[in-house]
């Protein structure tokens, strides 16, 4: 393999540790960039805005809802993610509606928030820069009225929803997925893996 391939699978190393929604299905909606506001009322009729918020972060301790994966909100695992994470986010608030479809990122769910507390401890450490966040508002956790209305699951990279919002109350679901970034030992691998499926390639 030639030194200048090389150099280009090396030269791709960061974007494997980038924070990214890779595809959604159903009523999701990848919006990015993040939108000036995620309080209630500000969305889009019949859609699930998904976006990235910070990335390469490091927390220390930060609740979670599902820390096995795969899991789901019917048997809720509580926990902390620390470490370097990814932070992506779902909102929704189309009145007296339901939602259902998949989110998909480039790296594995490691934590999933959206219990109302959860989402208001994490709004101003890994919160997208210059977004306005209901930090307080007890009516944003998913499950807010009708407990069970609202479902997630977990699998690898991809969240599932059905979520669901009641008329006649400032009700609105919204959940946070915490995704891993690569170690650089682990995307050295990757690197690894990549160069030497090329030189045989070659061969």
């Known amino acids: ?3 200048i391939a090389a150099l280009i ?3 791709a190393l960061p974007a494997i540790a980038q ?3 890779t595809g959604t299905t159903g009523m999701a909606v990848n919006i990015g960039p993040a939108p000036v506001s995620a309080v ?4 889009t009729p019949g859609v699930v805005w998904a976006w990235d918020e910070q990335q390469n972060r490091g927390v220390l301790g930060l609740p979670c809802d599902l820390t096995v ?3 789901n909100s019917g048997s809720p695992t509580l926990g902390a993610v620390s470490g370097l994470i990814d932070s992506h986010f779902l ?3 189309d009145f007296n509606s339901f939602a259902v479809g998949t989110v998909t990122f480039n790296n594995p769910i490691i934590g999933v928030a959206y219990q109302n507390n959860f989402l208001d401890v994490s709004d101003p450490v890994v919160g997208s820069f210059g977004t306005i966040y209901p930090t307080l508002d007890p009516w944003r956790g998913m499950n807010s009225i009708t407990p069970g209305a609202s479902f997630i699951s977990i699998l690898g990279n991809t969240i599932t929803f059905n979520l669901s919002v009641n008329a006649g109350a400032p009700d609105f ?3 946070r997925v915490y995704t891993m970034v690569p170690t650089p030992g682990s995307a050295a691998m990757l690197a690894a893996g990549g160069l030497l499926v090329a030189r045989r390639r070659r061969k």
């Open 9 to 11: 699978v090396v030269a």
């Open 173 to 175: 679901d919204q959940v």
């Open 19 to 21: 924070a990214a929604i």
């Open 1 to 3: 393999m030639s030194r």
């Open 69 to 71: 994966n795969p899991g």
């Open 40 to 43: 209630f009322g500000n969305t």
């Open 91 to 93: 909102h929704f608030n």
